[in-house]
């Protein structure tokens, strides 16, 4: 992990930042859930494709990514994560704690 990485994930967290504020702001003005639409799924669809290329750049798996993006919020929701069974719980709360665990996970599958 270095700062890089830290910097990687903290731009994409802007971006859905401010996809959140967009998609809370159009559904008031439109009375309902837009993201069903074509719009919204072009939207979502680049969104995706900005977790997948940061994951690449990163090294990591766009689905833990995801993970951490979307179910963890960026950390806020403090969700636990395991490598294994014999090794204990982690609790994710921010950048770089997602990011030692992700790193030694991986160092951990290689052995």
Same mark, same amino acid.
Request: charged letters at 35%.
């Given at each position: 992990? +270095?700062?890089q990485h830290v910097e990687k994930i903290k731009a994409l967290q802007v971006i859905t930042d401010? @996809? =959140?504020?967009?998609?809370? =702001? &159009? %559904?008031? #003005? @439109?009375?309902? +859930?837009?993201? /069903? $639409? /074509? #719009?919204? /799924? $072009?939207?979502?669809?680049?969104?995706?494709?900005?977790?997948e290329l940061t994951a690449e750049t990163i090294g990591i798996t766009p689905e833990s990514l995801s993970w951490f993006v979307w179910e963890n919020d960026f950390g806020k929701n403090k969700l636990f994560a395991c490598i294994d069974d014999q090794?204990? =719980?982690?609790?994710?709360?921010?950048?770089?704690? #997602? &990011?030692? #665990? %992700? @790193?030694?996970a991986m160092k951990q599958q290689e052995s």
């Open positions: 992990m +270095n700062e401010r @996809f =959140k504020d967009v998609s809370d =702001k &159009l %559904e008031q #003005f @439109f009375g309902g +859930n837009i993201w /069903e $639409c /074509e #719009f919204g /799924e $072009c939207v979502t669809e680049a969104i995706d494709l900005a977790l090794h204990d =719980k982690t609790v994710i709360d921010g950048i770089e704690t #997602f &990011l030692q #665990f %992700e @790193f030694e």
